[in-house]
């Protein structure tokens, strides 16, 4: 089979934890006191934590400040998963033992915290489906910027041309071009119309096959 790698971003496209996430600010902002904006979660959606708190939020300026509070916020979200469970989006298991069947490596390429990730990796048993992980603490600089994607790549030893990204999201769908990668976006999260950046659209994953994958890929 020719070269191909896939790089998966993670909410919205393996696991809809929108409603925790919303529902996770939302519970720290009520117990500390904090101001919320009514439409904070679609403001920020695929933005670091940090960045949301200091830009947006406008709960501190000091980054150390900023990074606790990103810290906490995680944590009740993990606190919120293990009382409500989590499902993974519909198609993704099919997919990813496909690709597994086929040896094609998959990477989570993602904003996340890996403790996060971990915990829900964990809750759906779907650990052993991913090569890589590359996680919010190992970037410097979150998406729009493409290191999440390269850094995924090179942990597969994969060349970026021969590297599908899978993102719903605006600022993934910039960070995988800007990486050199096909990207894939899926209409789990914004309306199919908006993601025309991407090189391709799908309703969601129930569609995509492996050779999908193959004949879209940059480098086929």
């Known amino acids: 089979m020719e070269p191909l790698a896939i790089l998966f971003d993670w909410d919205g496209v393996v696991v809809d934890?929108?409603?925790?996430?919303?529902?996770?600010?939302?519970?720290?902002?009520?117990?500390?006191?904090?101001?919320?904006?009514?439409?904070?979660?679609?403001?920020?959606?695929?933005?670091?934590?940090p960045q949301i708190i200091v830009d947006m939020f406008h709960w501190t300026t000091d980054p150390v400040e900023a990074q606790r509070l990103a810290d906490r916020k995680e944590a009740i979200f993990?606190?919120?998963?293990?009382?409500?469970?989590?499902?993974?989006?519909?198609g993704i298991r099919r997919l990813l033992d496909d690709l597994f069947a086929r040896d094609v490596p998959c990477a989570i390429a993602s904003s996340t915290p890996r403790e996060n990730l971990d915990c829900a990796l964990?809750?759906?048993?779907?650990h052993d489906r991913f090569a890589h992980i590359v996680a919010s603490e190992d970037v410097r600089i979150g998406k729009p910027d493409p290191e999440v994607f390269l850094k995924a790549a090179a942990g597969l030893g994969a060349e970026p041309r021969h590297c599908v990204v899978i993102e719903d999201a605006?600022?993934?769908?910039?960070?995988?071009?800007?990486a050199g990668m096909t990207v894939v976006a899926v209409a789990t999260t914004h309306p199919a119309d908006s993601l025309r950046a991407a090189d391709h659209v799908v309703k969601s994953l129930e569609s995509v096959t492996v050779d999908n994958l193959l004949a879209w890929r940059q480098g086929a």
């Open 17 to 49: 934890s929108s409603r925790q996430h919303k529902a996770a600010w939302e519970r720290m902002a009520a117990r500390d006191h904090l101001p919320l904006p009514d439409d904070h979660f679609a403001r920020s959606f695929g933005m670091r934590n």
């Open 78 to 90: 993990r606190e919120i998963v293990q009382e409500t469970g989590l499902e993974a989006l519909p």
């Open 122 to 126: 964990d809750l759906l048993g779907l």
């Open 170 to 178: 605006h600022v993934g769908i910039a960070a995988g071009k800007q």
